[in-house]
């Protein structure tokens, strides 16, 4: 992997990521941009102690534009965006409508690729190896940063999700506080620990579901689940074999299954609905540990938690999505239209081989 920083015509930082070590990127930014503005700012709610971002700026971020106007496409034709080079293979940037920004933290986009009517699951394992060093530079980067003790790498993909940019890209957020669902994990992981006498809750899960009915798929190093107690219609866990905090901590083989195995288990999810339905909508996130001062918590160190990806779709049928009403939005508690082991036997039906 060759990594080239330089800067946008605003002053944001823009990072490529080539697989080949001869690219040379010296392309710049011809656009006219002023300097970025933000007004992002944490609140705490006092009443459940967790944080809300508010950041006006955002309203005029932009929004579905044609592809011919897209944003993320490489610079070509005439056409300026924000990757000044005619082609890259991956690229992160600055957020130009951040949701964090200076002592809140920081956002950054992660485009895929230049094509722009490709997906995720579209890419060489090559590609998607490559996506996964370049999220992993981000998280040694970011973690570094004065005020920031969580990094969220995460795709958000299809209309109804809201993406509001068609091309193949998503998103690193660094909070300058432990998310709340992190701090969840954290707790059920300490209280295991005391109840069991050491034992880890991860692994135990993860020994659990490799013993049951809801596995997806198994590699030698990773292994793809429907959880227990499934929140979404379609959600699945893939976790390393061998537990690590972070990304940071794979080792190299883990590495290079990665691309064999997330690369299938996106193209499933695009085959869950039928081969007549668009493409699946979905979230993919990562949750790895907290750095800095939340790297302790009740008794547990952030060498017991588990770095593991959650994928999930809001779409529970063809043509039908799961809404997030009453129970979900208003009190937290999920109410799933799809038993977990039906879905984990749909997803293993829809095997490629």
């Excluded at 920004?101 to 920081?106: C, E, L, V, Y």
């Excluded at 790498?153 to 068609?166: Q, Y």
């Amino acid at each position: 992997m060759k990594k080239t920083s330089t800067r946008l015509a605003d002053g944001r930082e823009l990072i490529y990521y080539d697989l080949r070590d001869d690219i040379v990127r010296d392309a710049a930014d011809r656009r006219p941009l002023d300097r970025t503005v933000t007004t992002s700012e944490i609140r705490r709610d006092p009443l459940l102690g967790d944080s809300v971002a508010v950041a006006s700026h955002r309203q005029g971020r932009t929004y579905h534009p044609p592809a011919d106007e897209c944003p993320l496409c490489p610079t070509r034709d005439g056409r300026l965006s924000e990757i000044p080079d005619s082609s890259y293979d991956v690229a992160v940037f600055e957020n130009r409508f951040p949701s964090l920004a200076g002592d809140s933290g920081r956002c950054e986009v992660v485009c895929f690729t230049s094509d722009h009517d490709a997906s995720f699951a579209d890419l060489t394992e090559d590609q998607a190896r490559l996506v996964l060093d370049a999220w992993t530079d981000r998280t040694s980067e970011l973690s570094q940063l004065p005020a920031v003790e969580q990094v969220f790498c995460f795709e958000n993909r299809g209309a109804e999700i809201g993406v509001t940019l068609g091309h193949p890209h998503g998103q690193i957020y660094a909070y300058p506080f432990t998310t709340p669902r992190t701090a969840l994990m954290l707790r059920s992981l300490a209280a295991h620990k005391e109840a069991t006498g050491g034992d880890n809750l991860f692994d135990d899960v993860l020994a659990r579901e490799l013993a049951g009915e809801r596995v997806v798929l198994e590699g030698e190093h990773w292994a793809a689940f429907v959880p227990y107690a499934a929140h979404w219609p379609y959600e699945v866990h893939l976790y390393p074999k061998r537990r690590v905090p972070d990304l940071l901590a794979l080792g190299e083989a883990a590495r290079t299954e990665f691309a064999q195995v997330y690369l299938e288990l996106l193209r499933r999810f695009d085959r869950i609905f039928g081969t007549g339905e668009p493409p699946t909508p979905y979230i993919a996130a990562w949750h790895q540990a907290p750095f800095g001062a939340s790297a302790e918590f009740d008794g547990v160190t952030r060498d017991d938690f588990a770095l593991h990806l959650e994928l999930f779709t809001v779409r529970r049928t063809p043509g039908k999505l799961k809404f997030l009403a009453g129970s979900e939005s208003g009190m937290n508690v999920f109410i799933n239209d799809v038993p977990p082991e039906r879905a984990a036997e749909r997803l293993r039906e829809v095997a490629s081989s």
